[in-house]
C-alpha cells in the first residue's frame, strides 16, 4: 500500500533550536516525495520537493531509501516557522499521472 | 491575479440537504482537484480531473460527485449531507499533475 506516515501531530521547540519533522512512506518503486505548509490563515503552499534539493526558509529534507523517510530539517526554529506540516507522496495507481497522497501533518510550534 | 477561488468560505447545512462547492482557478491549468480536510486525518483526495470534460475517483469519494464543464471550473456536490460530511473542503490545481498544487483559501462545511 502507498501510504505517507508523520508520526508527531505536535512538535514544539523553542527559537534557535534544531527542528526534525519526521516523515515515512511506503511505496514499491521510485518515490517522489513533497513538503507542504499551512501557515494560520493561509493556505497550503509547497514548501519544497525531493527532486530538486533545494533549501526553501532554511529547510532541508533529504530522501533516505533505505530508511523510507523524507525528514524535513532545519537547524535553527524561527518562531515564523510555526505551522502545519505535510509530507505529500505521488500516488500513481492504474498507470495515472498520479496524486498527491498526503500524511495527517505535524504541527509546530516554535517558542519564544 | 486571483489564482484559486472557493466558493463560498463557510456554510451550514442540515441533514440531507444538497449543494454545490464550486473552485474556479485562472492559470489554465488542466489539472483540478477536491481534497477534505479532517482533524487528525490529513487531507484526502475526493475526486479530481485531468481535463475539461473529465473526473475520476479518489479515496473518498462516496457521497460526492464532481463536474468539469468548463477547464477553468471544478465542482463538487453533495446530494444528500451527511454529518460526516462536516469537513473543510479544500480544491487545487496543477499544470503538472501532482508536481506542483495551487490550493485555494478553504470552505468549511458543517453539516447538522
Known amino acids: 500500500a502507498q501510504r505517507v506516515t508523520q508520526p508527531e501531530k505536535l512538535l514544539s521547540v523553542f527559537k534557535g533550536a534544531p527542528v526534525e519533522l519526521k516523515c515515512n512512506y511506503s511505496y514499491s518503486g521510485s518515490p517522489e516525495l513533497f513538503w507542504y505548509v499551512q501557515y494560520s490563515r493561509q493556505r497550503l503552499q509547497l514548501l519544497l520537493r525531493h527532486i530538486s534539493r533545494e533549501s526553501i526558509k532554511g529547510f532541508t529534507a533529504d530522501l533516505n531509501k533505505g530508511e523510507t523517510s523524507f525528514h524535513l530539517k532545519k537547524p535553527f526554529a524561527q518562531e515564523e516557522d510555526s505551522a502545519m506540516y505535510y509530507c505529500?507522496?505521488?500516488?500513481?495507481?492504474?498507470?495515472?499521472?498520479?496524486?498527491?497522497?498526503f500524511g495527517k501533518g505535524t504541527k509546530l510550534s516554535v517558542k519564544p | 491575479n486571483a489564482g484559486v477561488t472557493q466558493t463560498p468560505k463557510f456554510r451550514v447545512l442540515k441533514t440531507g440537504q444538497s449543494m454545490t462547492l464550486l473552485c474556479a482557478q485562472d492559470m489554465n491549468h488542466e489539472y483540478m482537484y477536491w481534497y477534505r480536510q479532517d482533524p487528525g486525518m490529513g487531507l484526502r483526495l475526493i475526486h479530481y480531473s485531468v481535463g475539461e470534460g473529465t473526473t475520476a475517483k479518489g479515496e473518498v469519494p462516496d457521497g460526492y460527485n464532481v463536474s468539469r464543464l468548463k477547464k477553468q471550473n471544478f465542482l463538487l456536490g453533495l446530494e444528500s449531507a451527511a454529518p460526516s460530511q462536516t469537513s473543510v473542503y479544500f480544491c487545487a490545481s496543477s499544470a503538472m499533475g501532482p508536481y506542483g498544487y495551487t490550493f485555494g483559501s478553504g470552505t468549511r462545511l458543517t453539516v447538522v
Open positions: 505529500a507522496l505521488i500516488s500513481r495507481l492504474g498507470g495515472s499521472q498520479g496524486n498527491l497522497i
